[in-house]
């Protein structure tokens, strides 16, 4: 056979406003590129889609998911790909866990991996010198990381810690990524503002601003249009949300407590005794949802079901909660600026092995609803966090692109077809990709490709520059 095209994707709604596509057209791959993009394309090709009644955009961009053993674990390479992403940023490392993982359990997505500075793990203390910090930057780009996450959350650094981090990332031209929150400031909304200025003269990622907006010190409402107020007066911070009620937190419980602040605010929050027989309570009453296995992918559950899993692993297994309160998490998806840019650049998932994948689902849900527009979802949803991870060949249909996209049944609001670089990942309901590439610089290369995996080259320099210059 020789077919002039490896796919073609046939009569799908196109929509592209990098390149101010919004037609039916037909979509031709050769290799791991676009070659033709047009209403009707002649020719055959080895393998044919027709998308009658569907969507075709750019590959999905989820730029916050956990894909370590530290969080998240291997099987979420098969839940991002059954939610339609392609390529993929994990927010925490050990990155040398993030890629043995994606050799190991990878689906054909591309992946990009920050690692964590983290006190007795890769730096020494909770204030390490301009010294440290560099060589915990060499050691994250040498094992394929594009730069550092700063857990401020979960493992606090001094401000002044955190302020060095960030410039010395951003004078290397490396990535940073700050889960806001220092010694001097909580994982808050004024953890945000302290953010926003510890990082002025640098670019910064700064992650899931919707768990800054829980109505921890002031109401959550006021605290959305905060950080509304704190991102438009620091133009230098990229930034995504996510739409998900549930946050992630461990359930374990220790002298008949729960040992995490968040688990015990949770069941607060509820209604619930912050105590161990609470716990046990809200699992069965379904208001806490604890990481079940079934079927290779992880799923929330409650009740019985839930209450055994827990009990079976000592209370030392991940829960959620209805942490996130709606009003802010919407707006926060849908508040645009004077200018009609959006406010927050990009819209993310914090999911991965956590299990709220739900770009496709509850972005679509806000089409729905006519709160965002379908280019807004695709903006958000691909190149926007395409633009941020430096990524010029993704996030757009372009001829010469990379060939991921993804394919959407808006009407049930879920994919049902993935390439990457010309690979089938999703086809229904079937993850059938394999193996896969890692985003990382040229200093870790080696390490990706000594680990089996193909290595995409980002430019130190040319992440985290403002992804909203062509509306
Ligand atoms: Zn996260």
């Known amino acids: 056979m020789n077919a002039p095209y490896d796919v073609v994707l046939r009569n799908g709604l196109v929509v592209d406003p990098a390149n101010g596509v919004h037609a039916i057209h037909d979509v031709a791959i050769r290799g791991s590129r676009i070659v033709d993009i047009a209403p009707a394309i002649a020719g055959d090709a080895v393998r044919e889609h027709d998308l009658t009644g569907r969507v075709a955009m750019p590959g999905i961009v989820d730029m916050h998911v956990h894909l370590s053993a530290f969080l998240g674990g291997g099987l979420g390479h098969r839940m991002l790909a059954r939610a339609g992403v392609t390529t993929a940023l994990d927010m925490a490392g050990p990155i040398e866990g993030v890629v043995e993982l994606a050799a190991r359990h990878g689906c054909g997505l591309s992946v990009a991996g920050l690692n964590y500075l983290r006190p ?3 730096i020494e203390s909770n204030d390490p010198s301009r010294g440290d910090l560099s060589k915990a930057l060499d050691h994250a780009l040498s094992q394929g990381a594009i730069g550092l996450k700063l857990l401020g959350g979960h ?29 001097s400031a909580g994982s808050n909304i004024d953890g945000l503002r302290e953010a926003c200025e510890l990082s002025v003269g ?3 990622h700064l992650a899931h601003i919707n768990s800054y907006c829980r109505g921890q010190i002031h ?4 605290e959305g ?5 704190l991102l438009a007066a620091h ?3 990229r930034s995504e949300s996510y739409l998900a009620p549930f946050n992630g937190v461990s359930g374990e419980c220790v002298d008949g407590v729960p040992g995490s602040r968040l688990a015990a605010f949770g069941l607060e929050r509820g209604g619930f005794a912050a105590t161990v027989d609470g716990m046990s309570d809200a699992i069965e009453a379904g208001w806490a949802l604890v990481n079940v296995e079934r079927d290779g992918v992880i799923e929330l559950v409650g009740g019985s079901e839930g209450l055994a899993a827990w009990r079976a692993a000592g209370s030392n297994i991940g829960i959620s909660f209805r942490a996130n309160p709606p009003e802010p998490r919407l707006r926060l998806v849908t508040a645009t600026r004077d200018d009609g840019r959006f406010a927050v650049d990009a819209l993310a998932t914090d999911g991965g092995g956590i299990p709220r994948n739900d770009i496709v689902s509850r972005g679509l849900a806000l089409v729905h609803l006519d709160a965002l527009s379908l280019e807004g979802f695709v903006r958000k949803a691909s190149l926007h966090p395409a633009r941020i ?26 994919p049902v077809l993935t390439y990457a670089h010309g690979q089938r990942l999703l086809d229904g309901e079937d993850v059938v990709g394999r193996g896969g590439r890692m985003i990382t610089t040229a200093q870790g290369a080696s390490a990706v490709r000594s680990a089996g995996l193909d290595a995409l080259i980002v430019e130190p320099g040319t992440m985290l520059k403002s992804p909203q210059f062509d509306l």
Do not use: S, W
């Open 120 to 122: 007795g793990h890769t």
């Open 155 to 183: 493992y606090p650094l001094t401000a002044e810690a955190t302020a060095r981090a960030i410039a010395i990332a951003g004078d290397r031209g490396a990535y940073v990524a700050f889960h806001a929150g220092t010694l």
């Open 202 to 204: 640098y670019p910064l």
């Open 219 to 222: 109401d959550a409402v006021a």
């Open 225 to 229: 249009e905060r950080a509304l107020a």
């Open 235 to 237: 133009p230098h911070v």
């Open 389 to 414: 991870l430096g990524l010029t060949t993704k996030g757009h249909l372009g001829v010469g692109a990379d060939a991921d996209i993804t394919v959407l049944d808006l009407e049930r609001r879920k």
